[in-house]
Nanobody
């Protein structure tokens, strides 16, 4: 079992930046971020493998978002730059305890943090 808590959401204007954090209650094999806009399905955003730091990004955020981690704190960050109105949504953290990393099927999710980008 693992508990996840996100923080760092908020409201910004287009072009602005935010940094999200997700802290796990224990070691995880991988952690990542999903988002869900109103009336839309959940979208995978990014993930990072804990042991070797390998990172993956959705095409819609590549070059604008950066995922990173602090393994001493079991914490993953999502630094978001050049935010667009279409980035608006609830952002959720997910984790897998063992490999392979299949976050979409994970049983472990945080409660979410809201990101709102205005034009």
């Amino acid at each position: 079992q693992v508990q996840l808590v996100e923080s760092g959401g908020g409201s910004v204007q287009a072009g602005g930046s935010l940094r999200l954090s997700c802290t796990a209650s224990r070691y995880t094999y991988c952690m990542g971020w999903f988002r869900q806009a109103p009336g839309k399905g959940r979208e995978w955003v990014s993930e990072i493998l804990t042991d070797d730091g390998t990172k993956y990004y959705a095409g819609s955020v590549k070059g604008r978002f950066t995922v990173s981690q602090d393994n001493t704190k079991n914490t993953v960050y999502l630094q978001m730059h050049s935010l667009k109105p279409e980035d608006t949504g609830m952002y959720y953290c997910a984790a897998d305890l063992n490999g392979p990393c299949r976050l979409s099927d994970s049983d472990y999710w945080g409660p979410g943090t809201q990101v709102t980008v205005s034009s």
